[in-house]
DNA sequence: GTAACTGCAAAATATTTGCATCCTT
DNA sequence: AAGGATGCAAATATTTTGCAGTTAC
């Protein structure tokens, strides 16, 4: 059984062309996606709405999380770690390439513990950071 | 003179009601603020566009920076320290409480440094951490 | 007086919702 | 067959742009 069945399965989601298509592109793109890419993609297949509500559906299950950015747009990527329904385990560094603009997940680098003042209890740190890519070097 | 006009001063910017107003906003909360605060606490003086414009100018003129969230919505800080136009520097902890929703500029927490995989460059780092703050506690 | 700022109107974009129809299980 | 997913239309919300009038310096 493929990748993407895989992960619709275990989710308990029933397998329908939108979400394998959506879910592939994810697989395929080393990277992170925005809504607009995704659409871009898919468009001639699906509806705008239907992009919208499968990603809700996803980050929803834990098969993608959202990333932080700092303009307003919203960028998705998988979860390749221990990311269980209603409980992100997103501990890992996203790289932004000012260059190209893409957004990588860098699985092996962690997301280091700050120690906060007094008072402060931490339950989720993500971390993002901006520069030059692999690619872009 | 008064923190607001120094601020406007040294970035050459004309003195408006709109600008006194919204930076004061700023200078009052702990934390940042969404456009939508900014425009809630105004509505009844200046216009939506005139919020828009007002934000767009202070984060050129690095007078205030952007947030990076994981839902679709911008926020706003005021650039405590070393902020210079077309060079914001900054390198501190954004902690937003999953209780209250506020979120706090921890100026005094550093963004540590983290070992990028070889080739990638590293520019600027923000990171951002959810749990509850010192008022919710 | 001049350049910059603001308000208003409107365009362009993005997101959400309701409902009828179709598909997956 | 039944519940869930999709498409379409339309309602909302958000952001941008143009231009005329006003204000700061």
Not at 88 to 115: A, G
């Amino acid at each position: 059984m493929n990748e993407v069945l895989q992960i619709l399965k275990k989710n308990s989601l029933s397998v329908t062309e939108g979400r394998k298509k959506i879910l592939e592109l994810f697989i395929a793109s080393e990277g992170a996606l925005a809504h607009a890419d995704i659409e871009k993609q898919t468009s001639n297949n699906f509806d705008r709405v239907t992009v919208y509500r499968t990603l809700q559906t996803f980050v929803e299950k834990g098969i993608i999380h959202q990333i932080p950015t700092t303009d307003n747009s919203v960028l998705y990527a998988l979860c390749r770690h221990n990311c269980e329904q209603g409980h992100h385990h997103d501990n890992h560094v996203h790289f932004i390439c000012s260059n190209c603009d893409k957004t990588i997940c860098l699985d092996d680098v962690t997301v280091p513990q700050v120690k906060l003042p007094e008072g402060f209890t931490p339950l989720q740190s993500a971390m993002v950071v901006t520069g030059i890519c692999l690619d872009c070097a």
